[in-house]
């Protein structure tokens, strides 16, 4: 929507460059935290390689939708999207924010390891 080409790019960059920090943070930071050790780097490269695939599925999606609907049908698939992630992070995700590994694993399970009594 903007015709202006000097002021394009300046758009471009600014509303691309938060997207790939957030992609950044999520693939780098929380995802690797929601697995335990043993398959932590199995587990974290299954789900940057699906994030990588719909990173190539969308712009075709993008432009059929385009083509089909305009703006408001992309508007529409994104925030859809966005809404689907929020309700599921927010319904299976975890906090792993001042916890160790340990505490977050006992949560989801009794501990193999049976407690000696003293």
Same mark, same amino acid.
């Given at each position: 929507m903007i015709s202006d &080409?000097?002021?394009l790019p300046a758009v471009g960059f600014a509303l691309t460059v938060p997207i790939y920090v957030l992609v950044?943070?999520?693939f780098? /930071?929380?995802i690797p935290e929601l697995? &335990? +050790?043993e398959v932590r780097l199995r587990a974290s490269g /299954?789900?940057?390689t699906l994030g990588r695939g719909a +990173? /190539?599925?969308t712009p075709f999606l993008v432009v059929m939708l385009f083509e089909a609907r305009g703006v408001a049908g992309v508007m529409a698939l994104m925030i859809g999207l966005l809404v689907v992630q929020i309700i599921t992070?927010?319904?299976l995700g975890i906090e792993p924010r001042h916890r160790s590994l340990e505490e977050l694993k006992g949560e989801e @399970? &009794? @501990?193999a390891i049976p407690q000696e009594a003293s």
């Open positions: &080409p000097f002021l950044a943070l999520l780098g /930071i929380y697995f &335990p +050790t /299954i789900v940057n +990173t /190539i599925v992070v927010w319904a @399970s &009794p @501990s």
